[in-house]
């Protein structure tokens, strides 16, 4: 019997698509009948945050931000957010107003979800948006250039630190990005791991020279690889002033390399 740890999210996703049950799931977003855009995330407590690094409020800012984060990924303009929310019965009304509250801190309006009873906190975000073009992860080619729209590192640089930084707000880059981009995403899970997403949809190979990419004030090289960035990172022949860090080639997979020799960086994956 094959287990989700065995496959991971990634092999799990392409199970379901190699069985008919879903498809088109391998992008930032799902863009639907044209100019509609949809995505969602999960945050569950003690897997994707901790009360001790953050409160009630910068927990409902993050999950509105990371779900809008997939939206500039799609060159998409946020419209609107669904929230279904779990909680413990013993949850104090006033926390799970502040958790609200930073939600609208973007400014991007609540409009419906769902609340349930939970052992612990669960908090699932649907975010609406409209993109006059979504690239996808598909499009890279051999000659474009690979652009990331501003530093990294810093989520894993604060985490070292006990604490973790705001999501940086990429809409605006991504709307300009994706009118030239051939494939776009935003760094969730690490700069190598994120970058093998749009080699292996693509299916071209992506090199990317570590000494090129602008770090997060105090932050290391392999914090790079510990995602949780959420700039944006753009295969493209026209970079439009955002730092160039690599580019594509002929091939498979992410070569890393810093100085002209070969980089490893750790990433994230679900379910490992």
Known sequence: MTTLGEVGEFGLLAELERRGLAERIGDDAAAIGGSLVITQDALLED???????????????????????????????????FISLGAPPETELDDVLELYAGLNERGVQVRGGDTTRADRVYLSVTALGLSERVPGRAGAEAGDLVVVTGPLGAAGCSFRNGSLPPVPDRVDEGKRLAKVATAMLDLSDGLAQDAGHIAARSRVRLVIELESVPLAAGAELDDVGFGEDYELLATTLSPLGFPVIGRVEE??????????????????????
């Open 251 to 272: 091939g498979e997979g992410v070569e890393l390399t810093l100085g002209g020799e070969p980089y490893s960086l750790a990433g994230w994956e679900h379910f490992r």
């Open 47 to 81: 897997v994707h945050f901790r009360f001790d690094l953050l409160g009630w409020r910068e927990l409902g800012a993050r999950a509105a931000a990371v779900n809008i984060s997939d939206l500039a990924a799609s060159g998409a303009e946020p419209r609107a957010l």
